[in-house]
C-alpha cells in the first residue's frame, strides 16, 4: 500500500504516512463517507422541522417578492427624476363585483345622499318626456311615462358609452392637437399631472386623452370617462397654472363628478330636442297657413299671413324661454353638489402639488365665461374668493404639499 500524497510504501495497519505524515484513507472509509449524505436524506424530519422549513422558504418568497416590487417602484420613480412621468405603466384599480359594469356603479354612485337633487332633476325630465310622448302618440299615461323612462334610460346608457362621450366632445368642440408648438408645450405638462393623479388615485382610467376648443376664454373641462379639454385661452397661462387647472379636472375625473355632467346634459339634450321638434311644427303650420291663404282673393289672406307669422314668432320665442329655464332649473338642483364637487377637485390638485399655482389662476380668472352648457354648470361653481381662502386654510394646515 502507497501513500497518495508522497507515494511512500506503507504498511496496512499504519494511520499516519512516516514519510510526510498524511493521514491514510482506505477505500472502505472513503465508500462511507461518500454515503453519508444520501443516508442523512433518506432521514424523515419531523412535521415540526418541516413545517419550519416550508415557512422559511415562503419568507424568503415574499421578500423577493416585494424586493422586486420595490425595484420596479424605483424605476418607476426614478423615471420622474429624469421627467418621463410614464403614467401607462402604473396599475388601474378598477371595481368588482356589479360594479365592474359602468352604468350599475353609474345607477349605484347616484343613489348618494349628495346626488338626491339630481335624481329630482332626472325625474323632472321623466316626467317631461312622458308628457311629450303621451301627447305625441296618444298613449294612456302611464305607458307613456314607461315609454319616457326607458327612453331616458337608453339615453344614458349610450352616453356613458364611448360613443355617447364622442358625441359629448363634438358638442364642446374639443378636437385633437394638431399644432406642434402646442403638443411640444402641453405634452409634457399633461404626462406629469396625469403620472401623479394616477398614482394618487389608481382608479382613473389609463387611457385619459387630452383635445383642446377653440374658445379664447382660459379653461379646462373633463367629460366622460376618458377626455380632458383645454381652451385655447388655456395657453396664455404660465406651466404652473396650466398644471393646476389639468389637476383640478384629474379630480373630477378621480371623483366621477362627470356623471353629474352627464345626467344635465342628457337631460338638456333631450328637452332640446323635444323644443326643437316644436319649433319645427309651428315652421311647417306656418308655411302651410301662408300656402293655403295665398289662394284667398279677399284681405282676409294678408291678415291670416300676419297671426301665422306672429304666432310662430311668439311660440319660438317662449320654447326658447321654456329650454333655457329649464336648463337653469338643472343647474340649481345640482349647484349644492357642484360646490361640493368643485372643492374636492380643488384638493385633489393640491394634494398633487400645485396649491400656489391654483390660488393664483384662480385670483387671475377673467370675467367671461366658456359658451355652451359647461358655461351653466360654471355659474354654479363657488366664488373663486371662497375656493381661494379654502385652498389655503388646507396649506396652512398642512394636510395637503404645495409644489
Given amino acids: 500500500m502507497y501513500c497518495k500524497n508522497c507515494g511512500q510504501q506503507i504498511d496496512d495497519d499504519d494511520l499516519f504516512c512516516a514519510n510526510c505524515g498524511a493521514k491514510i484513507v482506505r477505500k472502505s472509509e472513503a465508500a462511507e463517507a461518500a454515503a453519508a449524505p444520501k443516508q442523512m436524506q433518506n432521514i424523515k424530519q419531523p412535521k415540526s422541522v418541516q413545517q419550519n422549513v416550508n415557512q422559511t422558504q415562503t419568507v424568503q418568497q415574499n421578500i423577493n417578492r416585494s424586493y422586486n416590487e420595490q425595484q420596479n417602484f424605483n424605476k418607476a420613480e426614478q423615471s420622474t427624476d429624469n421627467g418621463n412621468y410614464d403614467y401607462t405603466k402604473l396599475p388601474t384599480q378598477k371595481p368588482e363585483g356589479i360594479r365592474s359594469f359602468y352604468f350599475m356603479d353609474f345607477l349605484i354612485r347616484l343613489g348618494n345622499k349628495e346626488n338626491i337633487p339630481l335624481c329630482i332633476y332626472l325625474v323632472l325630465n321623466v316626467l317631461l318626456i312622458g308628457v311629450f310622448v303621451t301627447a305625441m302618440f296618444a298613449l294612456p299615461v302611464g305607458w307613456g311615462m314607461i315609454?319616457?323612462?326607458?327612453?331616458?334610460?337608453?339615453?344614458?346608457?349610450?352616453a356613458v358609452s364611448p360613443i355617447g362621450e364622442y358625441i359629448l366632445r363634438r358638442q364642446n368642440g374639443c378636437t385633437k392637437i394638431q399644432d406642434a408648438a402646442v403638443i411640444e408645450r402641453l405634452e409634457p405638462l399633461y404626462r406629469e399631472v396625469y403620472y401623479k393623479a394616477k398614482k394618487q388615485n389608481p382608479s382613473i382610467s389609463s387611457d385619459v386623452r387630452l383635445f383642446i376648443n377653440e374658445d379664447e376664454c382660459p379653461n379646462a373641462f373633463a367629460t366622460g370617462r376618458r377626455t380632458v379639454c383645454v381652451t385655447r385661452g388655456l395657453l396664455s397661462w404660465s406651466d404652473a397654472e396650466i398644471k393646476a387647472a389639468l389637476g383640478h379636472e384629474f379630480g373630477h375625473l378621480a371623483h366621477k363628478d362627470t356623471d353629474r355632467i352627464l345626467v344635465v346634459a342628457i337631460g338638456n339634450t333631450v328637452v332640446a330636442g323635444i323644443c326643437y321638434m316644436f319649433q319645427l311644427a309651428a315652421i311647417v303650420m306656418d308655411v302651410i297657413i301662408a300656402i293655403s291663404s295665398s289662394f284667398?282673393?279677399?284681405?282676409?289672406?294678408?291678415w291670416v299671413r300676419m297671426v301665422s307669422a306672429v304666432s310662430r314668432f311668439l311660440t319660438v320665442i317662449v320654447i326658447r324661454a321654456f329650454n333655457r329655464i329649464w336648463t337653469q332649473i338643472g343647474v340649481l338642483l345640482c349647484m349644492k353638489t357642484s360646490r361640493g364637487n368643485e372643492y374636492q377637485a380643488d384638493e385633489f390638485s393640491c394634494r398633487l402639488g400645485y396649491g400656489d399655482a391654483l390660488c393664483q389662476l384662480l385670483s387671475t380668472l377673467p370675467s367671461a365665461k366658456p359658451k355652451g352648457l359647461f358655461a351653466n354648470l360654471a355659474s354654479s361653481h363657488p366664488a373663486s374668493e371662497d375656493r381661494v381662502a379654502r385652498i389655503q386654510s388646507l396649506i396652512q394646515s398642512n394636510t395637503v404639499s404645495v409644489e
Fill in 147 to 158: 315609454a319616457a323612462l326607458l327612453l331616458y334610460i337608453a339615453s344614458i346608457s349610450i
Fill in 296 to 302: 284667398m282673393r279677399s284681405d282676409n289672406g294678408f
